[in-house]
């Protein structure tokens, strides 16, 4: 399943089947980015990130993907579980700039 | 990863109290920390960022006088709300960031605000 983030804030997607969540962002001079999971009631958890000078950072079972000619971010995440379904926002941070700014989040479910 | 512990996860108060919120970050100094807000299925707000032994910078829009923050070291941040009213029931949270992490910001628990 694909979600394209603004457009399509929820994603529900067959337990073991790929995700694909969607970001797109503004901010041209922005050096790092990093996607959160969110689960009802709690603070974001990290899951993965990545600088401007890469275009693709693999984790566990979750990849992120940089696209800066089209300002795009997007995290895939393989054999998805029940675990998965969460709130998921990505944040992006300019150089020198100390703050998060942060997208408006896809909620994935996971339909077992 | 690094840990943030944020307390207390839920409080109830009398419209018209004033509550404190502590974040504290356990296992790093953490020389900048931020606080946001979150309303029901949005995207988390900054309210103000704080870096150890200086003054808070807010966010425009959000009342310096009524969400006081103070980092008063390294390890603990807090955020009071002031004469709480309904309208600032909401979910708040804070992050830290500092020693070898930083650029990565890693978040607390958040609070539970219900103002009644």
């Known amino acids: 399943g694909e979600s394209v983030g603004l457009h399509l804030p929820t994603l529900s997607v067959q337990e073991g089947d790929n995700s694909i969540i969607n970001c797109a962002y503004s901010n041209s001079a922005s050096d790092y980015f990093i996607w959160y999971k969110q689960e009802s009631g709690k603070g974001p958890q990290f899951i993965i990130d990545?600088?401007?000078?890469?275009d693709k950072r693999q984790g566990q079972r979750v990849t992120v993907l940089l696209n800066k000619t089209v300002k795009h971010l997007s995290l895939q995440i393989a054999a998805t579980q029940p675990g998965d379904s969460a709130v998921y926002f990505c944040?992006?941070?300019?150089?020198?700039?100390?703050?998060?700014?942060f997208g408006t989040g896809t909620r994935l479910t996971i339909i077992p | 990863g690094a840990v943030v512990s944020q307390h207390p996860s839920r409080v109830i108060c009398k419209s018209g109290t004033s509550v404190k919120i502590e974040c504290r970050s356990l296992d790093f100094q953490a020389t900048t920390m931020f606080w946001y807000r979150q309303f029901p299925k949005q995207s988390l707000m900054l309210m103000a960022t704080?870096?150890?032994?200086?003054?808070?910078?807010?966010e425009q829009g959000v009342e310096k006088d009524k969400f006081l923050i103070n980092h008063a070291s390294l390890t603990l941040s807090t955020l009071t709300v002031t004469s709480a009213h309904p309208e600032d029931s909401s979910f708040y949270i804070c992050?830290?960031?500092?020693?070898?992490?930083?650029?990565?910001?890693?978040f607390g628990q958040g609070t539970r605000l219900t103002v009644v």
């Open positions: 992050s830290a960031r500092g020693g070898a992490m930083n650029t990565e910001a890693f």
């Open positions: 704080s870096n150890e032994g200086s003054k808070a910078t807010y």
């Open positions: 944040a992006e941070k300019g150089s020198g700039n100390e703050k998060l700014t």
């Open positions: 990545i600088r401007s000078n890469m």
